[in-house]
């Protein structure tokens, strides 16, 4: 069975430092993967896919996230937080299957 | 605009009143899907469908129900809630149904239900 976990389910950094989600995976095939952001009072948006093209996926707002087998993880990594990142991030795998399957979800804080 | 819309947005009932959650589509996706969202559980998956007149359980269909008469709605029905079921409610559409499981999903605004 497929399976996510988020590493952390709050995290906090100052505006202009590294941010640093994990997300560690479990499939016996390779999946897919994503990243989704939801803002206070609204539903998720995606931020991120890997689709077994390149494993460095680039996202909107400056995020990325690098697939690696070996380790099965999947880290959302920004290099400097902004104060409008502050949000719930989930992520989510999905297995030639008609579901994805979300993680518990990381709320990042971003401290001026 | 594209966009999944869902009504209504806040919600509180009492145990046993019926009730029905709305959510429309006007991407013209073939599948849509209910999630609820609680407190360190992430979301999981209630129903889904893969086109009109075609339905699914998902991880935690109990005590809901959903049709899909026409491809734009998928309504979310509590025949009897009870307060287990007070939770945030989200549904999600995309194209194509599951087909190649990369496909984006679109999440509507949110519901939050309250059953007393």
């Known amino acids: 069975a497929q399976s996510v976990t988020q590493l952390g389910s709050h995290v906090s950094v100052s505006e202009g430092a590294l941010v640093l989600l994990r997300c560690n995976y479990s499939?016996?095939?390779?999946?897919?993967l994503f990243w989704y952001v939801q803002y206070p009072n609204q539903g998720l948006q995606l931020l991120l896919k890997y689709t077994s093209a390149a494993t460095l996926v680039k996202g909107i707002n400056g995020f990325e996230a690098e697939f690696k087998k070996s380790e099965t993880s999947f880290h959302l990594t920004k290099p400097s937080a902004h104060m409008s990142d502050a949000a719930e991030y989930f992520c989510a795998v999905s297995v030639a299957t008609d579901k994805l399957i979300f993680g518990t979800g990381t709320r990042l804080q971003v401290f001026p | 605009e594209a966009q999944v819309t869902q009504n209504p947005r806040y919600l509180i009932t009492v145990t046993g009143k019926k009730l029905t959650v709305t959510c429309s589509q006007n991407m013209n996706h073939e599948y849509m899907s209910w999630y609820r969202q609680d407190p360190g559980l992430g979301l999981r998956q209630i129903y889904y469908s893969m086109n009109v007149e075609v339905t699914d359980k998902g991880d935690v269909p109990e005590g809901y129900k959903v049709s899909r008469k026409e491809k734009r709605n998928f309504p979310l029905i509590l025949e009897s809630p009870s307060p287990n079921q007070t939770s945030l409610y989200f549904c999600a559409s995309s194209f194509p149904a599951g087909v190649t499981s990369t496909d984006t999903q679109y999440f509507g605004p949110g519901t939050r239900l309250t059953v007393l």
């Open positions: 499939s016996s095939v390779p999946p897919y």
